[in-house]
């Protein structure tokens, strides 16, 4: 069975920084990706970002330049730094593993950004 493990959520002010993380555990073979996706209510689920077994990344634009993902894919682990968040950062963030069609998930951990 796979399980995602996510932490790292809470509370912030506009302007500082969370650092997510998410380890996964069980039978996970191909890797094709791991990342980030969120949630706001109200909204659909919307990428974050996600990082490729072969070390390529890949941001919303609304993210570039303010979040960074990394990680060891061989390890079933990613990060996602957020700094200078922004109320609209505000969100459930979901850990995804990509594993070439077939997709896992986290349960998700909530970011809130007070203004």
Same mark, same amino acid.
């Given at each position: 069975?796979?399980?995602?493990?996510?932490?790292? =959520? =809470?509370?912030? $002010?506009?302007?500082?920084?969370?650092?997510?993380?998410?380890? /996964?555990?069980?039978?996970?073979?191909?890797?094709?990706?791991?990342? +980030?996706?969120?949630? /706001? *209510?109200?909204?659909?689920?919307?990428?974050?970002?996600?990082?490729?077994s072969?070390?390529?990344?890949?941001? /919303?634009?609304?993210? %570039?330049?303010?979040?960074?993902?990394?990680?060891?894919l061989? !390890? %079933?682990?990613?990060?996602? $730094?957020? @700094?200078?968040l !922004? *109320?609209?950062?505000?969100?459930?963030? &979901?850990? @995804?593993?990509?594993? &070439?069609?077939?997709?896992? +998930?986290? $349960?998700?951990?909530?970011?809130?950004?007070?203004?």
């Open positions: 069975q796979v399980q995602l493990v996510e932490s790292g =959520g =809470g509370l912030v $002010q506009a302007g500082g920084s969370l650092r997510l993380s998410c380890a /996964a555990s069980g039978r996970i073979v191909n890797i094709n990706a791991m990342g +980030w996706y969120r949630q /706001a *209510p109200g909204n659909q689920r919307e990428l974050v970002a996600y990082i490729t072969g070390g390529r990344t890949v941001y /919303a634009d609304s993210v %570039k330049g303010r979040f960074t993902i990394s990680g060891d061989a !390890k %079933k682990t990613v990060y996602l $730094q957020m @700094n200078r !922004k *109320p609209e950062d505000a969100a459930v963030y &979901y850990c @995804n593993v990509d594993r &070439y069609g077939y997709e896992d +998930w986290g $349960q998700g951990t909530q970011v809130t950004v007070s203004s």
